[in-house]
């Protein structure tokens, strides 16, 4: 009875890709401009979600409970709450950019006259600074994605045949 030669998992071509997955992950959350874009984007979300009480438009409860709600979602998802893999980073800036946006049109749709100056003041400015931070964050994701992407191999694994 032949034996074939048993290889080791440790060379195994998806083995080695989540491994560099991983250490690219590492890179780029470890430069300081990736730290400096989390820091800022925990502060913005906690900002957001504290606002209506900072700012004195709490009496409005449904753009406060909003607030609250999304500045929560903002802070976890930018600041990396979820995932340290850069792949799953880099689609929650791009969720963190679609609640930016509802930042900034939230005291025009939200139930009730909640737009007074107050609250669309604090929601444009906070919406576009949570804006202009996940756009950044995505960017680097995609720098490091592109980075990565352009010295690989384009053939599938043949499952180490040749």
Request: with cysteine.
């Amino acid at each position: 009875m032949a034996t074939s030669p048993q290889s080791d998992m440790a060379t195994h071509p998806d083995i080695i890709a989540m491994r560099e997955r991983h250490e690219m992950a590492e890179r780029t959350t470890s430069t300081p401009r990736a730290q400096a874009i989390e820091s800022m984007a925990l502060l913005t979300g906690l900002y957001l979600a504290a606002s209506p009480w900072i700012t004195g438009f709490n009496g409005f409860s449904t753009l406060a409970v909003n607030n609250l709600i999304t500045g929560i979602a903002y802070a976890l998802l930018m600041s990396g709450g979820f995932g340290r893999a850069y792949d799953r980073v880099h689609s929650m800036a791009w969720a963190a950019c679609a609640l930016s946006l509802w930042t900034i049109i939230a005291p025009w749709v939200v139930a009730g006259d909640v737009s007074t100056p107050k609250t669309i003041v604090n929601n444009v400015i906070v919406g576009v600074i949570g804006l202009l931070l996940a756009l950044t964050a995505a960017a680097i994701g995609q720098e490091r994605r592109d980075q990565t992407t352009t010295g690989r191999m384009s053939a599938p694994y043949g499952g180490g045949r040749t």
